[in-house]
C-alpha cells in the first residue's frame, strides 16, 4: 500500500481530489447523505473549492463537529478496546492496483486496520440502533479495508 502525508490541508485537499476517496464511495453508489450522488462528487473534483462556499451553515457546522469530535471518539475506543490507534492525519493512502482509489483513515490500529470515527446526533441514532451502523459508513470501511489490505476495520459512532 502507497501513501502519502500532507503537511498543510491545502495541498491534502488538492490530493484528495485526484482520488476516489472512501468517503466519496457511499454517494457515488447512492448511499451518500441527502442530496449528494455521484453528480455531487464530480462537481466537488471539478469545482470543489466554489462547492465549499456554497454549504449550508449546518452542513458547515456538522462536519466542524465532527473533526473536533474525531480525536475524542478514537481516545474512547483505545480506553473501551484497550487497542491503541495512531491518528491517520491529513494521509492519503492509496490502492496497490488501482491508484485513483484512495482512503483517509481517521484512524489506524494494528499497523493496517481502519478505525472510522463518527460523530452522530440523537436524529441519526435510529441507523445506529441494535449494534448495526448506516450503510453509508461500512461502504466507507470497505473501501479503507480494501486500501490498506486489512481483513477487518472498525467503525466507531458516538452520539455524545
Known amino acids: 500500500m502507497k501513501k502519502r502525508s500532507y503537511r498543510s490541508l491545502r495541498t491534502w485537499l488538492a490530493a484528495r481530489k485526484k ?11 447512492g448511499e451518500g447523505y441527502a442530496g449528494s450522488g455521484a453528480w455531487s462528487v464530480w462537481y466537488s473534483k471539478v469545482y470543489g473549492d466554489e462547492l465549499e462556499e456554497t454549504l449550508d451553515p449546518d452542513t458547515v457546522k456538522r462536519l466542524r463537529r465532527g473533526r473536533f469530535a474525531e480525536e475524542f471518539i478514537l481516545k474512547m475506543f483505545e480506553a473501551e478496546t484497550e487497542i491503541q490507534v495512531t491518528p491517520g492525519g491529513m494521509t492519503i493512502r492509496y490502492h496497490p492496483d488501482y491508484p485513483w482509489i484512495g482512503a483517509t483513515c481517521d484512524g489506524i490500529a494494528q499497523g493496517i486496520t481502519p478505525v472510522e470515527a463518527k460523530l452522530f446526533d440523537r436524529s441519526q441514532s435510529p441507523e445506529w440502533r441494535d449494534g448495526d451502523s448506516p450503510v453509508k459508513h461500512q461502504i466507507q470501511l470497505q473501501q479503507q479495508m480494501q486500501v490498506t489490505g486489512a481483513d477487518k476495520g472498525y467503525l466507531v459512532g458516538w452520539d455524545g
Request: charged share 10%.
Open 19 to 29: 482520488v476516489i476517496g472512501a468517503s466519496e464511495t457511499p454517494a457515488i453508489v
